[in-house]
């Protein structure tokens, strides 16, 4: 089967998206349920609709976009991504899986091809942390990770909680109802950028994602005693960016020495009270990112890290506080998934190669409700979440193409 993709509509159609943004070009931010975050989820809808699709939202804004197949009662074949966008990020981090998996629906339907079980696209919701602390709430809340709570749980920097968002944006009902049931897709496939520099460095387009590294999450407050700056002596100090610091280099160490170069560690977030430079900082807020593609010495490194917080808190004389935000499973492909997408590849003659996502996404979650597997095209450097991030059209074509095939193949009722 001959997979055309219309190269210009696609690469058109992610610039046109970037467009609905809050921040100037090339830099693209559109948080989940702002003005600009609907403007683009109205502009997608439409493109849908103009294939011919048929369109349904769940009460927090999941879009599902379904080509109906010639059994429409067997499970559903389901790609997808998220449109959402970090605060000065780039145009290409799910979006390329979005309209990328409209674009292969429909070069799918250009070539005369008939799906028997129907071909489902998702628009995720909120798989960026930005708004509410917590990334994937969409595919979460389809797998069944997070409940109904989440609508009074879930509240962003400025105190309004998800369902007063989501409702305000015209998404209602409880939120049970997006809960969906592990015979619902028979597979699903995410194409994403790989935001790494190995396939652009080993001149490959195609990385088959084998399994998904586990990220988890935390809040570490440490509360110590401010001070003038050329007041207070040295040994009567309580510095709370002093026990940060030492704690920041603790977390690098424990997750440099696990043995495995898959253990990685970042601490993101560091906010100091009051902030002035002759002011001894009494209160420091760290945010802290664990990830392994093995849960159980991701685990390990958690473990240290709250010791390390005790510990570091008693010798200094300090009060603590720790909020887990989320401690999620590694997700595993499907071996028979990604046998066909190595079969695509050959099929489009473009070389591949196995590869793990060291980024969560939304396939982390769809894991746990159906077979999974992901699609990483090269991005230039390995740079994401930045203005400058880049995907070349011919890398974006061949990742529609193989995702097509794989599609097609998928969508066989056998």
Same mark, same amino acid.
């Given at each position: 089967m001959t997979i055309a993709v219309d190269a210009e509509r696609l690469a058109l159609e992610i610039e046109e998206l970037a467009a609905f943004s809050d921040a100037e070009p090339p830099a693209v931010t559109r948080v989940v349920f702002s003005d600009q975050d609907l403007r683009a989820r109205a502009w997608l809808k439409a493109r849908c609709a103009q294939a011919g699709l048929t369109i349904?939202?769940?009460?927090?804004g999941n879009t599902f976009v379904r080509w109906k197949g010639? %059994? *429409?009662d067997l499970p559903a074949v389901a790609t997808g991504s998220h449109i959402d966008a970090i605060p000065h990020a780039g145009k290409f981090d799910g979006v390329v899986g979005v309209l990328g998996g409209l674009e292969a629906i429909r070069a799918l339907q250009q070539s005369d091809f008939r *799906?028997?079980?129907s071909i489902e696209l998702i628009q995720f919701t909120a798989e960026e942390p930005t708004r509410f602390g917590v990334g994937c709430i969409g595919s979460r809340l389809l797998c069944g990770v997070l409940g109904p709570e989440a609508d009074e749980k879930l509240s962003g920097d400025d105190g309004e909680t998800l369902r007063?968002?989501?409702t305000r944006a015209g998404f209602s009902g409880g939120l049970a109802s997006v809960r969906l049931s592990r015979s619902h897709y028979a597979?699903?496939?995410?194409?994403?950028?790989? %935001?790494?520099p190995i396939l652009e460095r080993e001149g490959i387009p195609i990385g088959i994602v084998t399994n998904i590294a586990a990220p988890a999450s935390l809040f570490v407050i440490f509360e110590g005693q401010g001070g003038h700056a050329g007041g207070v002596l040295m040994p009567d100090r309580h510095d709370a960016l002093c026990a940060a610091a030492e704690l920041i280099t603790r977390i690098e160490s424990l997750a440099k020495n696990t043995g495995s170069t898959d253990t990685v560690a970042t601490v993101g977030i560091c906010e100091v009270h009051p902030g002035a430079i002759n002011s001894i900082p009494s209160r420091v807020r760290l945010g802290v990112d664990l990830r392994d593609t093995d849960g159980e010495r991701r685990d390990e490194v958690l473990r240290?890290?709250?010791a390390a917080v005790r510990e570091i808190a008693q010798m200094r004389k300090l009060q603590i506080e720790t909020r887990m935000l989320n401690a999620d499973e590694p997700a595993i492909s499907a071996p028979e998934i990604v046998a066909i997408i190595e079969r695509a590849c050959e099929q489009e003659s473009?070389?591949?190669r196995r590869i793990v996502a060291r980024a969560y996404h939304d396939s982390s979650f769809m894991a746990q409700i159906a077979p999974m597997a992901m699609i990483f095209i090269p991005c230039r450097g390995g740079v994401s979440h930045r203005p400058d991030e880049y995907a070349a059209p011919e890398d974006i074509v061949a990742g529609v193409r193989v995702l097509a095939h794989?599609?097609?193949?998928?969508?066989r009722a056998h």
């Open positions: 349904r939202e769940d009460a927090v010639l %059994q *429409p *799906p028997e079980r007063t968002v989501r597979a699903f496939v995410e194409l994403h950028i790989e %935001q790494g240290g890290t709250m473009l070389k591949s794989t599609l097609a193949d998928l969508s």
